[in-house]
T-cell receptor, first 114, second 111 residues
Framework: NAGVTQTPKFRILKIGQSMTLQCTQD?????MYWYRQDPGMGLKLIYY???????DKGEVPNGYNVSRSTTEDFPLRLELAAPSQTSVYFC?????????????FGDGTRLSIL | KQEVTQIPAALSVPEGENLVLNCSFT??????LQWFRQDPGKGLTSLLL?????REQTSGRLNASLDKSSGRSTLYIAASQPGDSATYLC??????????FGKGTSLLVTP
């Protein structure tokens, strides 16, 4: 069981470039999330989705966009990369939002913007 | 806004010791609390989840407790091993969808 898969694992971008971080899960989870982790800080929610076609902003959405066309995939797009977006990005999923449902995380994408 | 604090930020213990990691949170109206393990350069592995109605959860050598009224949780690791060396993250979920994370405790278990 692959769980949550993120690609790429590493990427270096130049300022102003764009890219899409891919996330797919094979657990048939309705809920998916994107977090970022800055050095020495806790993870912060960027965007989340409660099902195909439905997305909403989290705590730090500026500079990002998401889409959810299928249950399995939840890509995160950076349109104009800025140095402040250098971070580690984690995708997560959960089956529903009951209090006994853990969030399952991918291995992360390490992004540097120079 | 929920604030989650983890103490200590770093901990070094000799192999075999029992240890306690602490997590405190400011808003006691939580749905659940999760403890994660993060190895360097890796993702997060869920260790234990405690529902708001529960007081503790156990998995192997790990025991997590929850005291909502005081806004505290502890993760107890028995008979620590070098393989336990990692960063341990506490995350609290309130009424929304996001997990609110602490900054973690970096644990080093020396042989």
């Amino acid at each position: 069981n692959a769980g949550v898969t993120q690609t790429p694992k590493f990427r270096i971008l130049k300022i102003g470039q764009s890219m899409t971080l891919q996330c797919t899960q094979d657990m048939n989870h309705n809920y998916m999330y994107w977090y970022r982790q800055d050095p020495g800080m806790g993870l912060k929610l960027i965007y989340y989705s409660v099902g195909a076609g439905i997305t909403d902003k989290g705590e730090v959405p500026n500079g990002y966009n998401v889409s959810r066309s299928t249950t399995e995939d939840f890509p995160l797009r950076l349109e104009l990369a800025a140095p402040s977006q250098t971070s580690v990005y984690f995708c997560a999923s959960s089956s529903w939002t009951g209090d006994n449902q853990p969030q399952h995380f991918g291995d992360g994408t390490r992004l540097s913007i120079l | 806004k929920q604030e989650v604090t983890q103490i200590p930020a770093a901990l070094s213990v000799p192999e075999g010791e029992n240890l306690v990691l602490n997590c405190s949170f400011t808003d006691s109206a939580i749905y659940n609390l999760q403890w994660f393990r993060q190895d360097p350069g890796k993702g997060l592995t869920s260790l234990l989840l405690i529902q708001s109605s529960q007081r503790e959860q156990t998995s192997g050598r790990l025991n997590a407790s929850l005291d909502k009224s005081s806004g505290r949780s502890t993760l107890y690791i028995a008979a620590s091993q070098p393989g336990d060396s990692a960063t341990y993250l506490c995350a609290v979920r309130n009424s929304g969808y996001a997990l609110n994370f602490g900054k973690g405790t970096s644990l080093l278990v020396t042989p």
